[in-house]
């Protein structure tokens, strides 16, 4: 599969941001099933003596309806999340939008739902930046 647009601009944001990428992508499967989350990285937190380990979905939202596009993230999203569990693999997974995306999707009422009633843990990042803006779990 084709990279997101904004991979590479993610990737950095992690780096600038102090995590180590481990796995660029993260292969996973179950049964014949098989997933290719955009990134793995780890990073080492020395007030918490010990190392965090996440996944990362990265999306672009270039479509001209943003809202479409979630749709098919947040299944993509779903799906990761239940391989992850069958595998009993031990790592928080996000979902990577841009600053604007996030703006239009998650600022209003459906959105602040969207994200609690989905246990959405986000990355809002700028992609001219490439820089995170917030990490939202």
Known sequence: ???????EAVREALI?????????????????????????????????????????EVKSFLDDSVFYEFHGALGQYRNYLRLLRLNNIDRVLYLALPHDAYEELFLDEFGK???????????????STKEIIKWIK
Do not use: C
């Open 113 to 127: 739902a969207a994200i609690e009633e989905e246990n959405l843990n986000l990355i809002v990042y700028q992609p």
């Open 1 to 7: 599969m084709a990279k997101d647009k904004y991979h």
């Open 16 to 56: 600038k941001d102090g995590w180590t990428i481990t796995d660029d992508p993260f292969r996973v499967s179950y049964k014949g099933k098989k997933g290719r989350i955009d990134l793995g990285a780890e990073k080492l937190f020395a007030a918490e003596k010990g190392t965090t380990r996440i996944l990362v």
